[in-house]
């Protein structure tokens, strides 16, 4: 499709319990980026991936965040024994080869909430 | 090193009257720029970009943005504005290269609309 689709919208977790984000790039996009928005200014750079290879991720929190991106499979972000410091919205934006002519696609984010 | 720099926090503008939006940004390399809205709990819809064909960009709803090397700048004026155009505007710079690839967003500009 020609959107980035991720899912869920919206997630509540309870403090230590796993939560598992997922993202769709558009078909024929070979770059994947996600990014964590915290403050209503501030996006958060986390990691990227060019297919199913990580390319980028300086910004991870390597002990409890994990990604993948597989083939035929949505990409994911998984965080395992969440804190209330996680709560945010975490975009995923997908590109295409030769990317700086032509722009990120960002999908319209879920929402985590942990209580 | 990649920066972007919003140079206005809060910008508000009645209806009907100009819209300038600034943004000056910092880039070791030829830099990709784009400019995206975001809607109150919304994901981020891309604006325009500049990737090094024409300096003067047009983009959705009526916006433009003019790169100016000299300036470092790329500055998004609208002739008039419209009530929908309330929103958090986000200037960002693309920085691509064969290590590592990021996408740098400004701290947006939240535009106010006054009937």
């Known amino acids: 499709g020609e959107e980035v689709a991720q899912t869920p919208k919206h997630l509540v977790r309870g403090e230590g319990q796993k939560a598992k984000l997922y993202c769709a790039p558009i078909?024929?996009?070979?770059?994947v980026f996600w990014y964590q928005q915290v403050l209503k200014n501030e996006f958060k750079f986390l990691i990227s991936f060019q297919n199913e290879n990580v390319f980028d991720e300086t910004g991870m929190p390597k002990e409890r965040f994990s990604a993948k991106c597989l083939p035929n499979s949505p990409c994911s972000l998984e965080i395992q024994a969440t804190k209330l410091e996680d709560s945010a919205v975490y975009f995923c934006a997908s590109s295409q080869p030769g990317q700086v002519n032509y722009g990120y696609t960002f999908g319209s984010g879920t929402r985590l909430t942990v209580v | 090193a990649q920066s972007v720099t919003q140079l206005d926090s809060h910008v508000s503008v009645s209806e009907g009257t100009p819209v300038l939006l600034r943004c000056n940004y910092s880039?070791?390399?030829?830099?990709?720029l784009f400019w995206y809205v975001q809607h109150p709990n919304k994901g981020l819809q891309l604006l325009l970009k500049?990737?090094?064909?024409?300096?003067l960009v047009k983009g959705i709803n009526g916006f433009e943005a003019e790169f100016k090397k000299s300036e470092t700048s790329f500055h998004l004026t609208k002739p008039s504005a419209h009530m929908s155009d309330a929103a958090e505007y986000f200037c960002v710079v693309s920085v691509f290269y064969s290590s590592a690839s990021k996408i740098i967003f400004g701290s947006g500009t939240r535009l106010s609309i006054r009937p």
């Open positions: 500049y990737t090094s064909a024409a300096t």
């Open positions: 880039s070791s390399y030829s830099p990709s």
């Open positions: 078909k024929g996009h070979s770059y």
